[in-house]
């Protein structure tokens, strides 16, 4: 495997001293050249020519730094959670506690997630989530089968009770829904219960 940060710090390296011998070899034209271009030559007053020229820029240059500031803390935020990654971190791992690319991603192996891993990892949401819902299910029926069997519910006033037949549940309306939920997927249902 090629290692690209020794191989760019070289390279920036040796740009760096070709710079240096082309300005060394030619420093009377580059001075020239820089003092032209700042505004240093050929104008009434120590450096008016730069502050009224290039120097004027220097607030805009700290604008650029301002924004390129901002643009990296936004792709640093939104790139791969992996030390030394630079893709984007489009896929969440632990929970989403990390947002992993799809080279670092555990599920994917660092191939692109296909149809099937999809389906795959989708019919396994649905079956953890169904599980939660199944306890959570029969949690509700002991505590409320409990509270029924505690005190007559003709005389609960908080859930409107006022009838002897009467629901012995508040949440009636969510029970229903549950069990139309139920009904409408019973072989996500049948994988939950049987674990």
């Known amino acids: ?17 070709a710079a240096i011998a082309i300005w060394v070899v030619h420093a009377r034209q580059v001075g020239y050249w820089l003092q032209l271009h700042t505004g240093t030559i050929n104008e009434p007053g120590p450096y008016y020519g730069f502050w ?17 500031a901002g643009v990296y803390q936004l792709v640093k935020k939104h790139n791969c959670h992996e030390p030394g990654c630079w893709r984007v971190g489009q ?6 506690q990390f947002m992993l690319c799809y080279r670092h991603h555990p599920d994917y192996r660092g191939r692109k997630p296909t149809h099937e891993l999809i389906e795959r990892l989708h019919r396994e949401h649905l079956e953890r989530q169904a599980a939660i819902h199944g306890k959570l299910h029969e949690a509700h029926n002991h505590r409320t089968s409990g509270r029924a069997a505690a005190h007559d519910p003709s005389s609960d006033v908080r859930h409107g009770a006022t009838r002897p037949n009467a629901p012995t549940s508040p949440d009636l309306g969510s029970e229903l829904r549950y069990d139309d939920w139920q009904a409408r997927s019973p072989s996500v249902m049948a994988v939950a219960l049987a674990s």
């Open 52 to 68: 009224s020229g290039f120097g004027s820029d220097l607030e805009e240059f700290g604008i650029l730094g301002g924004i390129a």
């Open 91 to 96: 896929y969440p791992a632990a929970d989403g």
């Open 1 to 17: 495997m090629l290692k690209w940060r020794p191989i760019i710090v070289v390279g920036l390296t040796c740009a760096a001293v």
